[in-house]
């Protein structure tokens, strides 16, 4: 596993988290873009409660999970939280003991990639996984929507 500054990945994953209530109702969303084949997976799913940061990190995690399942190696990770960035990046410690759970099992999802990056964007660059999270939390209900750009 080797963490890469920019990334000329075949894969792209976007995720977001979403919480009502801050603890409340959460969903999480990701969208997995295959570049070689042109493919685009998405899906949403329904979280119980949880914080915001939470619902970001479960995200996070369910879209690495099937990042691995698509058999994705080579992976650039775009996420709007800049809190899991600077948390992943080593910039920030990881202070919360449940956000600390999250994050160990994000760093053993990271060591089965040949390279990653993870890449803050704005809020307004990650309107499809938004969209995935918000429609899980709102329909309570995990959905999967595959298929090509």
Do not use: C
Not at 26 to 55: C, H, I, P, Q
């Amino acid at each position: 596993m080797a963490p890469v500054k920019k990334s000329s990945a075949a894969w792209i994953l976007y995720t977001d988290g979403a919480s009502k209530g801050n603890p409340g109702p959460a969903g999480a969303g990701w969208v997995l873009k295959d570049v070689a084949k042109g493919k685009t997976y998405r899906e949403g799913s329904f979280l119980g409660e949880a914080t915001n940061n939470e619902a970001e990190y479960q995200a996070l995690i369910l879209g690495l999970q099937r990042a691995l399942e698509y058999g994705a190696a080579d992976l650039a990770i775009y996420l709007d939280s800049e809190l899991l960035v600077r948390q992943l990046n080593g910039v920030y410690r990881v202070k919360n003991p449940r956000l600390l759970a999250y994050y160990r099992r994000v760093q053993e999802l990271l060591k089965k990639f040949a390279t990653y990056a993870i890449i803050h964007i704005p809020r307004e660059a990650n309107e499809e996984a938004d969209r995935m999270a918000n429609e899980a939390l709102k329909n309570s209900n995990p959905f999967r929507a595959q298929g090509s750009e």
